[in-house]
């Protein structure tokens, strides 16, 4: 039952929202794919949890403005599945870029806006 099962749930909500148009803001929202992706790592799906993650990661940086504002749901779940598959240098490369993106928002923040070209 889709109501009972977090991962059928996930699943078909990323499904509805990759089948609307674009006038309708089309697409899928980061947000769904984080759940759909940590649905499927609580249920020790880590395969297709790292892939779903790693999705919601690129649609995430893709749809920054200026890379300042990253919708950062889904690194960290990436992160402990890259782990679990004991894909250890690309949880440390994850991290680094989670830091990174972190600290220049942290920048933006204290100086109002006003960051230094990198």
């Not at 984080?34 to 297709?48: D, I, K, P």
């Not at 403005?65 to 690194?75: K, Q, R, T, Y």
């Not at 240098?89 to 991290?95: D, G, H, K, Q, W």
Request: glycine share 10%; hydrophobic share 45%.
């Amino acid at each position: 039952d889709v109501w009972a099962d977090g991962v059928a749930l996930w699943e078909n909500a990323v499904r509805v929202q990759e089948g609307r148009p674009w006038f309708l803001r089309g697409g899928v929202t980061t947000s769904a794919l984080a759940e759909y992706g940590m649905q499927l790592s609580w249920a020790a799906r880590h395969q297709e949890a790292a892939r779903v993650l790693r999705r919601q990661v690129q649609v995430a940086l893709a749809h920054s403005e200026s890379g300042l504002h990253v919708d950062m749901g889904g690194f960290v779940p990436l992160i402990v599945s890259e782990m679990l598959l004991g894909r250890l240098e690309e949880a440390a490369r994850l991290m680094h870029e989670c830091v990174k993106i972190t600290q220049v928002a942290t920048e933006d923040a204290e100086t109002g806006g006003e960051v230094a070209q990198q």
